[in-house]
């Protein structure tokens, strides 16, 4: 036994060696990709009888990480990337450490307190009642599945019936909406969005006109993956509002931007809102995976979610706000507890400039495109998406634009497409991302 402390012991030290390691990369080496076949040769097999002993930390350290992109990096512009900060990074492996359960108030007040602080922050930014609340759950897809999941749920609790039971949504929506629709098995109304990209009430009034019957929720975007645009939320909510229904406010990337003087005003309607997401290991700083549900009345979602069992009944019956009685989850770990470290370290005012630089770049990058007579802009940014065509390119003189980025360690810029186009595209939440970064990138493309 004193052998397996010691050998337990020379592990926990090497673990905190490398991690501290790696925090102290300035910035983080941006890495690449593999394949199976090669990282098979590299690696071998890792899962044997007798184990590697220290020896997988080295493994992973030397084999595996490097072929793992590190969205952490200033140039990591694709998709929506990640950039936690230090506080949280460390308050991440502080939770691990710790063996804290955050499915129940019982077994994790302090956690959960700490995590409805955060949520109660997020409701109060976004304009919503002292007794909005909700949970942090894995991400955005099962954000809006859980949202959606209580709406119907209160629909039917509302008396209301159905033969089908429909939501309506921006034809530019994510994904994960309509995700939802076919696990919760119902209809989907896909609703044009206007020139601008967004949602409309003329027209889901128009989409809906002759369509209601069924209807439980409508379901707005706060900002947009592929371009960050921002529905017309009060128009959407003067609609909901009209037909007795749901609003439900998709914003897993774009909500923070409620944050920054620049684009607060892009939010008005938000207030309105009976449930929203956002993820914080988007634009909230924070590390994978954190997704924020928060509901006008907490007592929705708890009515629609919380799980019977006779070992759970000394949970169910006490009171507490146990948090797996909000969303579609059981076992969780308190997610949420990074950010509010962070927060708590750092402070309200550093989140605001930290989301705002984020903008400011986002419109530096705009200008600089539009400098450049070798690229067009494909649509004004709202928020932090710079979306962009080198005149003249295939998708193949794209790919391999890209593919040069990340052998040069310089940035990671996948192309992405619009309208059976194939552009190039800056998704920028990172507050280390560099005004002489973005020169570097756009001027590799002439």
């Known amino acids: 036994m004193h052998r397996v402390n010691d050998a337990t012991a020379e592990l926990r030290n090497k673990v905190f060696e490398y991690a501290n390691q790696r925090m102290n990369y300035s910035p983080p080496p941006l890495d690449n990709t593999e394949t199976p076949e090669n990282l098979l040769q590299a690696a071998g097999q890792t899962i044997t009888d007798d184990g590697l002993g220290s020896k997988a930390l080295d493994l992973f350290a030397n084999v595996l990480a490097p072929a793992t992109i590190s969205t952490d990096h200033p140039g990591y512009l694709s998709f929506i990337p990640c950039a936690p ?5 460390l308050f991440d492996l502080v939770v691990s450490a710790s063996g804290i359960y955050g499915g129940s108030w019982m077994e994790g007040a302090g956690a959960v307190f700490a995590e409805n602080q955060v949520l109660s922050w997020l409701a109060k930014e976004a304009g919503l009642p002292e007794t909005a609340g909700g949970i942090f759950v894995q991400g955005g897809t099962l954000g809006n599945l859980s949202a959606l999941v209580a709406a119907r749920d209160h629909a039917r609790r509302s008396g209301k019936t159905a033969s089908r039971w429909k939501v309506a949504c921006s ?3 994510h994904s994960s909406i309509k995700t939802a629709a076919a696990v ?6 896909k609703v044009p969005a206007d020139e601008s990209g967004k949602l409309s009430g003329q027209a889901l009034r128009e989409a809906l006109s002759n369509n209601t019957d069924g209807l439980f929720a409508i379901v707005a975007t706060g900002g947009t993956t592929n371009f960050g645009i921002v529905d017309k939320l009060e128009e959407v909510a003067e609609v909901a509002k009209e037909l007795g229904v749901w609003f439900h406010v998709d914003g897993a990337y774009g909500l923070a931007g409620m944050l ?4 607060r005003p892009l939010f008005k309607g938000l207030e309105h809102a009976d449930s929203f997401i956002v993820d914080p290991h988007k634009w909230l700083f924070a590390p994978f995976d954190a997704c924020a549900l ?3 009345d907490p007592e929705i979602g708890r009515l629609a979610h919380t799980q019977h069992g006779e070992y759970l009944d000394t949970l169910t019956s006490s009171g507490d706000y146990n948090p797996s009685d909000y969303a579609i989850n059981l076992t969780r770990r308190p997610r949420g507890l990074p950010l509010w470290f962070s927060l708590a370290t750092h ?3 550093a989140y605001r400039d930290a989301v705002t630089k984020n903008i400011e770049i986002a419109h530096f990058a ?10 067009e802009l494909v649509r004004e940014p709202e928020l932090s998406v710079v979306v962009f065509e080198r005149v003249g390119w295939t998708l193949e003189q794209y790919e391999a634009w890209s593919k040069h980025l990340l052998a040069q360690n310089i940035a990671f810029v996948v192309p992405s497409s619009h309208q059976g186009r194939p552009n190039a595209r800056f ?20």
């Open 171 to 173: 034809a530019e929506a």
């Open 366 to 375: 705009r200008n600089q495109v539009k400098l450049r007579d070798y690229l």
């Open 85 to 89: 900060t230090e506080a949280s990074k």
């Open 427 to 446: 998704a920028i939440v990172n507050p280390l991302t560099s005004e002489e970064l973005i020169n570097e990138i756009l001027d590799s493309m002439e």
């Open 294 to 296: 928060v509901y006008r």
């Open 184 to 189: 919760m098995d119902i209809d989907l109304i």
């Open 260 to 263: 920054s003087h620049h684009t």
């Open 347 to 349: 402070g309200i005012q």
